[in-house]
T-cell receptor, first 113, second 111 residues
């Protein structure tokens, strides 16, 4: 869906570096999410946000930081990247109502060397 | 916590045959069950969904069934085509934000 965009699409970084993945949505959805996708694990929730300035941990939050100063943006920061954080990261948004699906961005493939 | 099991992990069918993917969930409070299709290198995209107060939903060649008592739901694809080849994920939603995903089924449609 064109309404949610992620950048960059690909990123290679070194162990120990800080890296920020960007996510922007134009639907004014209340909820935004960060998932990582790894072979054999499916999609695992890292962090989510119910509204601007409201964020909370998901299933695998260690090593990640998020912020949401504006409704439309939800950046994900790896404070000190590790090889285990090599993954495909998907941002998603949702209205939050009962039968509302997740709308995913195109993903960021991150490689930590 | 909520857990969603998905089977099979891989599925090969001949073009024109039907494909069935099954998921079970653990939390009876789950109220919404979407299915996503993910092509190689692309984002997961919603293909069909069902709410907990509905037993079956159909959209052309795709249908989803839900058995709340048994806590399982299934995706049915009829008259499969090569473009149906992809990874399919089921999910169960509890409350307003908690989506739990299955581990995916790789469907191969053989021409």
């Amino acid at each position: 869906d064109a309404g949610i965009t992620q950048s960059p699409r690909y990123k290679i970084t070194e162990t120990g570096r800080q890296v920020t993945l960007m996510c922007h949505q134009t639907w004014s959805h209340s909820y935004m999410f960060w998932y990582r996708q790894d072979l054999g694990h499916g999609l695992r929730l890292i962090y989510y946000s119910a509204a601007a300035d409201i964020t909370d941990k998901g299933e695998v939050p260690d090593g990640y930081v998020v912020s949401r100063s504006k409704t439309e943006n939800f950046p994900l920061t790896l404070e000190s990247a590790t090889r285990s954080q090599t993954s495909v990261y998907f941002c998603a948004s949702s209205t939050g109502t009962g039968g509302s699906p997740l709308h995913f961005g195109n993903g960021t493939r991150l490689t930590v060397t | 916590g909520e857990n969603v099991e998905q089977h099979p992990s891989t599925l090969s069918v001949q073009e024109g045959d039907s494909a069935v993917i099954k998921c079970t969930y653990s939390d009876s409070a789950s109220n919404y069950f979407p299915w996503y299709k993910q092509e190689l290198g692309k984002r997961p995209q919603l293909i069909i969904d069902i709410r907990s107060n509905v037993g079956e939903k159909k959209d052309q060649r795709i249908a989803v069934t839900l058995n709340k008592t048994a806590k399982h739901f299934s995706l049915h694809i009829t008259e499969t085509q090569p473009e149906d080849s992809a990874v399919y994920f089921c999910a169960a939603k509890e409350g307003t934000y908690k989506y739990i995903f299955g581990t995916g089924t790789r469907l191969k449609v053989l021409a």
